[in-house]
């Protein structure tokens, strides 16, 4: 049975992490490390950790990819990969990615993904690109596929001697922006969705939205000039996800739609 390793950076999880944990802990038909690597938390992540068995390192706070390099250079297993403390994956995820990255003979696969609220919710689904259309998307600043669906060798994570802690916030696209220079083999794994993204106001791409697409645009320039053809492929790219886009406009609306009928009913209806 193949090993994969999966790293999960923390601080101040404990909200999440329990959930985190346990998706991962259940995956089935293939062997998990997992290591936590915490930069001070102090609500009770650890206590978390302690309770699930999970071995904990410390890295000092201040870049979440040092946490990451730091964990996954623990690892002796041929598959690595990281996991949010606040994202979830389905729990035949790992055994398929690993089984068609072995078929494919990929260096890195990627999948679909859903999207859920901070409650765990689903919003709505997203469809990443196929491969030959990744080179087009990656130059324009955008990452096709979500990072929380993707598994990569450990021979690809060597050769590019890790994630670059250079970026504080970026350095996930800028690992897949240079495999693709590097001419890695991307596979997408087709089908059931593989993992769960947490949306919530509290996370990178919310908080630092401008300075992930500054640095996004830093490691897109290393893969040549945008051209128009490359902006056609992102609007085709897109397009598949019409129907996405159209479920997540309502999901939104209708979650919103009950937040100010529950305020209503907690605020009001008394008279005097």
Not at 136 to 158: D, K, M, P, V, W
Not at 171 to 190: G, H, V
Not at 254 to 264: D, E, G, M, Q, Y
Request: hydrophobic content about 40%; some cysteine.
């Amino acid at each position: 049975m193949t090993t994969i390793s999966y790293v999960v950076p923390t601080l101040n999880s404990a909200k999440t992490l329990e959930a985190t944990l346990l998706s991962l802990t259940s995956q089935t038909g293939v062997e998990i490390d997992i290591v936590v690597v915490d930069s001070g938390s102090t609500d009770g992540t650890r206590k978390i950790c302690q309770r699930w068995g999970i071995p904990m390192l410390y890295a000092p706070p201040g870049n979440m990819y040092s946490a990451i390099n730091l964990g996954l250079a623990q690892s002796t297993a041929p598959w690595l990969a990281y996991l949010n403390s606040d994202d979830l994956l389905y729990s035949d995820s790992a055994a398929r990615l690993i089984y068609h990255g072995d078929r494919t003979r990929a260096d890195l696969v990627y999948g679909n993904c859903d999207y859920i609220d901070f409650q765990g919710r689903f919003m709505y689904g997203f469809r990443p690109p196929p491969p030959n259309w990744l080179g087009s998307i990656l130059r324009t600043g955008r990452n096709g596929f979500a990072q929380q669906t993707s598994i990569f060798r450990r021979s690809l994570y060597e050769s590019l001697n890790g994630f670059d802690e250079g970026f504080q916030y970026a350095a996930d696209f800028d690992f897949y922006a240079r495999a693709f220079e590097k001419n890695a083999r991307f596979s997408f794994l087709k089908g059931p969705s593989l993992a769960c993204f947490r949306l919530h106001s509290g996370q990178f791409s919310q908080q630092k939205a401008d300075d992930m697409d500054v640095e996004a645009a830093k490691a897109a320039a290393r893969l040549g000039q945008l051209s128009p053809a490359d902006r056609g492929v992102k609007y085709l790219w897109k397009m598949t996800n019409a129907i996405n886009y159209a479920v997540r406009v309502a999901r939104q609306s209708a979650l919103a739609s009950r937040l100010i009928v529950s305020r209503s009913m907690e605020g009001g209806g008394h008279s005097t």
